[in-house]
């Protein structure tokens, strides 16, 4: 059964950091392209980053682009966002999937003072 289940979320001030495990069952991660999506309240969920079955085969929303970096540690079968210099914005509930992985819990990011 494919899964990804989503942690480290919580509360961080303005220029704070986090960093957001996604550790996955079921499949290798080294074989699929794994994304991170976020949803905003009161808003559409979009896609954030995404890395391919090569660690150089990355991409970024314009928004976060030089802020957040996503990673891939294959023998522990996790994906990781590090999201440095947070801003209010980017306060969302954040989610991992592949193409075929059904969506998960998410965990929540609070940016706020």
């Known amino acids: 059964q494919v899964q990804l289940v989503e942690s480290g979320g919580g509360l961080v001030q303005p220029g704070g950091s986090l960093r957001l495990s996604c550790a996955a069952s079921?499949?290798?991660?080294?074989?699929?392209?794994l994304r991170w999506y976020r949803q905003a309240p009161g808003k559409e969920r979009e896609l954030v980053a995404s890395i391919g079955t090569s660690d150089s085969s990355t991409t970024y929303a314009d928004s976060v682009k030089g802020r957040f970096t996503i990673s891939r540690e294959n023998d522990k079968n996790t994906v990781y966002l590090q999201m440095n210099s947070l801003k209010p914005e980017d306060t969302a509930v954040y989610y991992c999937k592949n193409s075929i992985s059904p969506w998960g819990q998410g965990t929540q990011v609070t940016v706020s003072s």
């Open positions: 079921g499949f290798p991660i080294s074989s699929s392209i």
